[in-house]
């Protein structure tokens, strides 16, 4: 949760520092305008940009002016991000997580690829910089943090469009910092933690459902996208060039394919993989006249070493700073733990990743798609897939490596040995993967691949345990729940289960709750029994009216952080935690948090029974960040996907009393591909970033209540409902 808010802070903040004039060449302008006069763009009645153009490389320039308009401000972040560049912002508060970033993707290996790219793709990487460069040019009162001018290049450190796509071995920034700050190298300079990505982001990831033609009402496939992300941190557009692109979606800003959408014939929704696709290497090092050696194969080897200069924002100033990178021939060395440097083997960025972004997006069927998922370079994503001939699917990661089972790939593995360097690549057919499961769905809520089809899942015998090492959630059993004996369903009907508001998790923690009561003492039940009798007769749905939400809500926090950690290489998560945490947590420490939970309502609004609505709320300060109970808002009836329920809507007290959301639901799409597809979908608040725009929240009560707007995928339909028609 914390590290979604951080992101959240960070992609809203926008402070312009950088007061450097964007100067660009008489050349160069003349190319931008020349590009401009080649693109039309249209706004439709929701402000969505519909993109047009005769050549894939003038709608990619369209696209990122069109990106400019709506948010420059999260463009900049994301790739302040991606190049660690973050401390010329923000000080040094972000100076190690740009160092771990620097040590992971080396720019001059982006450099090489983009001079070494065919001359069709160069051009849409230029197009992408020059869109970026053409809005500064043309809006000299906009002042970038840094980036005065974007290159070409920078598409290649960007390559996935990911919430948290960078793959560092479970190493935090502080343990990175701890280990280039220590003086002995070879100490155990952090304390080792298991190496799993954080627990609660696991537990309120995205949803991805495909409907076979044998499911739905109009006998076509259906596909539902919803991602659960920082709010606001994707944009919806269409995209159309005389080159065969007609695609809709989301754009991750400051990316020029379609991350989560659809074209003409086929869709795509991603979820986060938590496959293992990177290694930690424990090698064990020597000093020799000053000089590193690291032991391999009953050598010793050179350390590689890289300087790494940073520019650290000090008030109106910046400090160099120089950090000497250690490398071995696994890759970069970002931490030490038991005497043993680590060197993580990754393969977050490169030239394929982002071919196979853009292909994706060009694909006009299963072959097509499945051609580009050939490149393997997908290092973040499972893909749910749906098409117009009726074929559904889904894969369970991308880019995954060969390894020998018999280690603990979750661990750190000796560096010492030939036996632990990976052994090629998965292809497409290898990886966990379904197509057309005769049970006629699939549902993947980032949890075990192994139930994602009823009795056509794959097998987990067949399989390592590395490539799917999760176990079940609470939102997986809900979204089996709702598919498993679903018939007849329709484009609205796929909708109205994507937005069930059913929270699966109390199944198991509300009896044990209620056994613990039947046990308590007397003085206790009289205490607890108004509360105990609200959610005995809930129905365990989430509702703004309801006061048993609120008193769940609140109760089942404090029980799941009482749930232990998933040990290293567990391979198993929620469900399967929380139900072994019921069967040791005292009885009277379940009252104890039921009891917690009603005090700090009561202390907070002067009674326990509150309603969700009224503490639960949606706003959308004019900057991004001031939240406030004074100011108008929202009831919203959703809560987190934690406790199961399908939408997400994370929120948090924002130095308020009242909750605001902040992650969760954001662009979401339901697609029927008939001979003409036909697509729904809604965003968080609304497509502007201008609070002075109609369109800054005119999908807010939409988003809340599930009501989608229809897509205007074709142009006779875009221009029925233009608002707004120019050239850049």
Avoid at 188 to 214: H, M, Q, T, W
Avoid at 243 to 250: H, R, S, V
Avoid at 460 to 487: C, F, H, Q, V, W
Wanted: some cysteine; charged content about 20%; glycine content about 8%.
């Amino acid at each position: 949760m914390k590290k979604l808010y951080t992101l959240f802070l960070l992609y809203m903040l926008g402070a312009n520092v950088n007061t450097q004039a964007q100067k660009f060449s008489t050349t160069e302008i003349t190319r931008y305008k020349q590009q401009a006069k080649a693109v039309t763009i249209i706004r439709d009645n929701y402000g969505v940009p519909h993109i047009y153009g005769k050549t894939d490389a003038v709608v990619v320039f369209g696209l990122m002016y069109t990106q400019c308009e709506d948010n420059f401000k999260g463009i900049e972040r994301n790739y302040l991000y991606q190049l660690g560049r973050q401390s010329e912002a923000d000080g040094e508060s972000r100076l190690f997580e740009d160092v771990q970033l620097q040590l992971i993707a080396d720019s001059a290996d982006a450099i090489k690829d983009y001079n070494q790219s065919p001359p069709y793709f160069k051009k849409l990487m230029d197009a992408f910089a020059d869109g970026i460069n053409y809005y500064l040019y043309k809006h000299p009162e906009v002042k970038p943090l840094v980036f005065t001018k974007f290159k070409p290049w920078y598409a290649l450190m960007f390559t996935d469009g990911s919430v948290a796509a960078t793959e560092t071995g479970g190493v935090s920034p502080r343990e990175t910092q701890a280990f280039y700050s220590a003086d002995n190298k070879t100490g155990s300079v952090y304390e080792s933690k298991p190496l799993i990505k954080d627990d609660a982001e696991r537990e309120i990831g995205s949803n991805g459902f495909a409907i076979a033609p044998s499911r739905s009402a109009s006998g076509h496939a259906l596909l539902y996208i919803n991602p659960h992300v920082p709010f606001y941190f994707r944009s919806e557009v269409g995209l159309n060039s005389e080159e065969g692109l007609q695609a809709y979606g989301a754009v991750t800003w400051g990316q020029f394919f379609i991350y989560q959408g659809f074209n003409s014939h086929c869709g795509w929704m991603h979820t986060s993989s938590y496959a293992d696709v990177g290694d930690l290497y424990a090698e064990k090092m020597t000093e020799k006249d000053g000089k590193w050696f690291y032991e391999y194969d009953g050598k010793l080897k050179p350390v590689i070493i890289r300087q790494l200069k940073l520019n650290v924002k000090q008030g109106g100033k910046y400090s160099p700073h120089s950090i000497t990178a250690y490398y071995t021939h696994h890759g970069p060395v970002i931490a030490s733990r038991d005497g043993k440097w680590l060197a993580l083997k990754h393969n977050n960025r490169s030239y394929n990743a982002l071919l196979e972004s853009w292909l994706i997006t060009k694909a006009n069927n299963m072959a097509q798609y499945k051609k580009a998922m050939g490149l393997l370079a997908n290092t973040s994503n499972n893909t749910v897939y749906a098409d117009d001939k009726g074929n559904i699917a889904f894969w369970y990661g991308n880019f995954m490596p060969k390894r020998d089972p018999k280690f603990n790939w979750n661990l750190p593995v000796d560096g010492t040995t030939p036996a632990t360097e990976w052994k090629g690549l998965h292809g497409v057919d290898e990886v966990v993967h379904v197509y057309n499961p005769v049970t006629g769905y699939i549902q993947n809520c980032n949890s075990t691949p192994f139930t994602s089809s009823g009795a056509a899942s794959p097998d987990k015998t067949k399989y390592p345990a590395y490539m799917a090492p999760d176990g079940e959630n609470y939102r997986g059993i809900n979204a089996i729940n709702l598919l498993s004996n679903a018939k007849g369903i329709t484009l609205d009907g796929l909708i109205a289960k994507g937005y069930d508001k059913y929270l699966a998790a109390f199944d198991d923690l509300l009896p044990s709750l209620f056994a613990a009561y039947n046990g308590a003492p007397d003085s206790t039940k009289a205490k607890l029994a108004e509360p105990i009798a609200l959610l005995k007769q809930w129905d365990r749905r989430t509702a703004a009216s309801s006061v048993a939400t609120t008193i769940a809500v609140d109760w089942g926090t404090l029980m799941f952080r009482a749930i232990t950690a998933a040990k290293p290489g567990e391979g198993s998560y929620q469900v399967k935690r929380a139900k072994e945490m019921l069967q040791t947590l005292p009885a009277n420490q379940q009252l104890e948090f039921l009891n917690t939970a009603l005090q700090n309502l009561q202390k907070k609004f002067g009674t326990w029974k509150m309603v969700w609505g009224d503490i639960n709320r949606y706003q959308r300060p004019a900057d991004g960040l001031t939240f406030s109970d004074e100011q108008p808002s929202l009831p919203v009836g959703s809560t987190s996907s934690l406790f199961g329920q399908l939408p997400s809507y994370v929120s948090r007290t924002m130095e308020t009393n009242k909750r605001y959301g902040y992650s969760g639901n954001s662009f979401i799409a339901a697609i029927e591909f008939g001979p003409r597809v036909k697509a729904k979908t809604i965003i968080t608040g609304g497509q502007s970033f201008n609070a002075a725009s109609k369109h800054f929240t005119d999908q807010a009560q939409g988003y809340i209540t599930g009501e989608f707007k229809n897509v205007l995928f074709y142009k006779g339909d875009v221009l029925k409902h233009a608002e707004k028609t120019y050239q850049p």
